[in-house]
């Protein structure tokens, strides 16, 4: 019976002491820079006007039209019968030989320098000839003058309605941010869902 008590009371003890040496010891923790990275970033949607043409009649509010030069050889239009967000899209079928023909926005876009920028819209396209149909972001300073620009790979030829993605980093001096979509070759192209967005970091 004694020594079944012994037992019980080191079992305790070393239980104890343990349990002592445990509080001692602090749980693994990140600091504040290995806390900060794991957070994703957040993006941020720029106010573009009219992205998916919803508010369009055929004049395409919140875009302009320009071609290259000479008289008009492209139809612009707001095609009610096919999309991909919404119930319109916009379209664009080359008429007469020309360089390029193209709709754009224009967004202000101050103090974004080397921030992360990303544009996607959705195309799709129709006997495009080689240099196609493509999006770009160019970047102005606050006199317009352009200090660079990014843009997708040109579409070409027939394709069913698919994402296009383009990415780079704002540049210095950035005051004014044009938006453009731009046919540069015979076809028909279409195009919906335009998303421009921002991040702190590259």
């Not at 509080?23 to 806390?35: E, T, Y």
């Not at 369009?56 to 008009?72: I, K, M, R, Y």
């Not at 076809?187 to 921002?198: P, Y």
Request: include cysteine; aromatic fraction near 6%.
């Amino acid at each position: 019976m004694k020594n079944n008590v012994f037992s019980l009371s080191l079992i305790v003890a070393t239980s104890l002491m343990f349990a002592a040496c445990g509080d001692d010891i602090d749980p693994p923790h990140q600091n504040p820079s290995q806390q900060q990275d794991t957070q994703p970033l957040q993006a941020i949607s720029l106010p573009l006007k009219n992205p998916s043409f919803e508010q369009s009649d055929q004049h395409l509010n919140g875009w302009g039209f320009s071609q290259h030069a000479g008289e008009q050889a492209y139809a612009v239009s707001v095609d009610t019968t096919d999309s991909t967000d919404g119930k319109n899209s916009y379209r664009i079928e080359r008429k007469l030989v020309q360089a390029w023909g193209m709709i754009n926005q224009w967004l202000p876009l101050d103090n974004a320098t080397g921030k992360s920028i990303k544009l996607t819209a959705m195309i799709k396209s129709e006997n495009l000839g080689p240099d196609g149909f493509d999006l770009n972001l160019v970047f102005r300073k606050a006199n317009r003058k352009v200090i660079g620009k990014i843009g997708t790979e040109a579409i070409t030829g027939t394709n069913n309605w698919q994402r296009i993605v383009a990415t780079g980093v704002i540049p210095a001096d950035t005051a004014h941010l044009q938006i453009t979509a731009v046919l540069n070759d015979a076809g028909t192209a279409w195009l919906d869902d335009v998303r421009v967005s921002i991040t702190d970091e590259n």
